[in-house]
């Protein structure tokens, strides 16, 4: 768990009622341990980004999602895994093939609840808040939701990613894919 940042202990608690044990990244030495996804939690993306570039974090995560680590990205980790972003002229890991808006739905409609499907799962709870939508995708990504036609999940590779906070809902259809990514329980 990427812990510089937002809201990371939700994610962790989810996990532990998936059974899976988690560590915080919060230094250089933390990458050190051995692990088998990483999750990104959603916050503020330019801190998180400023944080990672300051503790000499952003080389190395890099590196290790280039290699295959499954990394999962919600909201603000979205937009640090975006190679473009495209109302901001920064960009961090830009590991993931697509293009992001940032804080897209305006200030009236910055944060809602929704239903919609996750790849062939029916319907699953959709928590936005201040929150991205993917707005273009290369041909390697496969898009998993959409909600009012805008991108909200989409995979690459081991990379996931959802414009939406799947950890502050009771629903775990999100996590078990990541877990799944991962190579399981
Ligand atoms: N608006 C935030 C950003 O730009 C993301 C919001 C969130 O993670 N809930 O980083």
């Known amino acids: 768990m990427l812990a ?10 989810m996990l532990s009622k998936l059974g899976v044990a988690s560590f915080e990244i919060r230094k ?3 990458l050190m341990r051995s692990f ?17 570039k300051e ?9 290790l999602i280039l290699e295959g680590l499954p990394t999962f990205g919600t909201c ?11 109302n901001d002229a920064r960009s961090y890991l830009a590991t993931m093939d697509i293009t992001a808006v940032r804080n897209a739905y305006g200030r009236q409609l910055g944060s809602f609840y929704t239903e919609a499907s996750l790849g062939t799962i029916d ?6 808040i201040r929150a991205p939508y993917i707005e273009e995708v290369s041909d390697s990504v496969e898009i998993l939701a959409t909600v009012n036609s805008r991108i909200v999940a989409a995979r690459q590779g081991n990379q996931l990613v959802t414009a939406f906070h ?4 009771d629903d775990f259809t999100v996590h078990r894919y990541f877990i799944d990514i991962c190579g399981g329980e």
């Open 4 to 13: 510089l940042q937002g809201a990371f202990i939700e994610h962790e608690e």
């Open 28 to 30: 250089k030495n933390d």
């Open 36 to 52: 088998d996804g990483l999750i990104i939690p959603g916050g503020e993306s330019t801190v998180q980004g400023k944080l990672l």
């Open 55 to 63: 503790l000499d974090l952003l080389e190395s995560i890099r590196q």
């Open 76 to 86: 603000a980790g979205l937009l640090l895994l975006s190679k473009r972003i495209e």
């Open 123 to 128: 319907k699953i709870p959709m928590t936005f």
């Open 166 to 169: 799947p950890e502050l809902n």
